[in-house]
């Protein structure tokens, strides 16, 4: 057995630097083959990774992208919040695909549950708000419920988490005395919002959501203790986190954020591995910037330019729908969350969705009243009044998509890769041309 003192140089995390939806899925797997775990460790079902393969194209939301190979354990961390309905109607439409999931899904019996009143709580929530301040601004949530579960988790009387579901007597009882309080504040939010709400029948929640853990119940177990083991026997773990540095709750755009640690900080406690057993973290950009919701986004282009990104990289929300707001790079941004994330390398995606462009800009610092400022802004709203500083560079008119290794690129293809290692001080080792696996750069 390998003693506790040993370094583990071989793990790896994958980790958003923007505002999410850059390309991680791809990434993870890419990168399972080389590895024994794939381990989830924030957020919830707002999240969503998309792996191409062939012809075929899988749409993620709680399960880590490395379900694909089944040869592999998958880890839904304690740091994750899981609406159970929403995981097993994604595990009938894996198994349905033909793509097996039992002893290769593991779910930690700490990660918090998502219940429906955390859902009308998130929907009641952002209107109350608006309607209080009179503005009709919104925070931008998917109404998944994320955030309030994530807040019941640190009120914790009110909180429900996945092992739960193992005493049906003491789950009853629990769900008894929540939803008195919650059917409270639902009610009192409600007025505020002007608006009706469903109330919460606690017996037929009780016999739901027993009903949910009866069949989740192989799959949960001390994910915690399960990857220590797999450390201890030097088993190599790849930690896939979920949206993105700029969506960090603490060190992201705020109050513009998520409701987890979405950035590599939140590795350790999100599942249980403690520090020092990780020195690889990719960081995941793509070769231009989009945020979907509200919050300030400098190199916005609410323009023909925007809209031409938008369409030529897809960008609607994997989970939602929702069109994404598209604007130049922004590398004050990436700097930023590549230093917060220790990021050791970098892969710049969707850069065949810049094709065809004249000149591209690149936003490298920010001026505030005409002066540049020292570090990236923690509040949101000095954030919306600076100004990009822009370095214009040549474009690329012909399409990339079929290019097998980065020199068979356009020269001011590879300019611009150049122009984001000079600027951030990491090297790019992955180029990707292409939603598919084979269309993806390596770069030694």
């Known amino acids: 057995m390998i003693s506790a003192s040993t370094p583990f140089s071989d793990n790896a995390a994958v980790v958003g630097l923007q505002w999410g939806d850059e390309g991680k899925g791809k990434i993870v797997d890419l990168l399972t ?10 957020g919830g079902a707002n999240a969503g990774h998309t792996v191409v393969v062939g012809d075929q194209k899988y749409a993620l939301h709680l399960i880590p992208s490395g379900i694909l190979d089944a040869s592999k354990t998958n ?6 919040v899981i609406d159970p309905q929403k995981l097993l109607e994604e595990i009938d439409g894996l198994a349905s695909r033909g793509i097996e999931v039992g002893d290769n899904l593991r779910i930690s019996d700490r990660a918090h549950v998502v219940m429906p009143w955390h859902k009308q709580q998130d929907a009641l929530m952002e209107a109350a708000v608006s309607k209080a301040r009179g503005d009709g601004n919104k925070i931008g949530t998917t109404g998944r419920g994320i955030g309030p579960a994530y807040a019941d988790k640190a009120i914790r009387s009110t909180a429900i988490r996945m092992g739960d579901f193992a005493d049906r007597e003491k789950f009853t009882e629990k769900l008894q005395h929540i939803v008195t309080i919650k059917n409270a504040m639902l009610e009192a939010l409600a007025k505020l919002a002007d608006t009706t709400y469903e109330p919460l029948n606690a017996d037929q929640l ?8 009866e069949i989740l119940g192989p799959h949960i177990c001390d994910t915690s203790h399960l990857l220590n083991d797999a450390v201890s026997f030097n088993k190599r773990i790849l930690f896939e986190g979920a949206n993105a540095c700029m969506l960090d709750i603490d060190h992201g755009t705020f109050p513009y954020v998520t409701s987890s640690n979405c950035s590599s900080l939140g590795i350790y406690p999100g599942s249980g591995v403690p520090g020092g057993r990780l020195n690889r973290v990719i960081g995941i950009m793509k070769a231009y910037t989009t945020r979907v919701g509200g919050g300030p986004f400098v190199t916005e282009l609410d ?15 994997t989970t939602t729908g929702r069109p994404r707001r598209c604007g130049w790079l922004d590398l004050t941004v990436v700097k930023y969350s590549a230093k917060i994330c220790g990021v050791t390398e970098l892969s710049v995606m969707l850069l065949d969705v810049l094709s065809g462009f004249d000149e591209l800009k690149v936003c490298t610092d920010y001026e505030l009243k005409g002066s540049p400022l020292e570090s990236f802004p923690s509040n949101a709203d000095v954030l919306d009044q600076v100004t990009p500083i822009y370095e214009t560079v040549t474009g690329f008119d012909r399409e990339i998509t ?4 980065f020199d068979e690129l356009p020269k001011a293809a590879q300019r611009y890769i150049e122009l984001i290692e000079e600027n951030i001080g990491v090297p790019v080792k992955t180029v990707s041309i292409g939603p598919e696996r084979t269309q993806t750069l390596h770069r030694s």
Do not use: H, M, P, S
């Not at 083959?33 to 924030?42: A, C, G, L, P, S």
């Not at 009780?206 to 853990?213: I, K, P, S, T, V």
């Not at 079929?402 to 290794?405: P, S, Y």
């Open 75 to 80: 880890v839904i961390a304690n740091g994750v």
């Open 402 to 405: 079929e290019c097998k290794t």
């Open 206 to 213: 009780a016999e739901q959501f027993l009903g949910y853990g």
């Open 303 to 317: 323009d023909e330019v925007g809209n031409r990104i938008r369409e030529r990289g897809r960008e609607f929300g």
């Open 33 to 42: 083959q080389q590895y024994d775990y794939v381990v989830r460790y924030n």
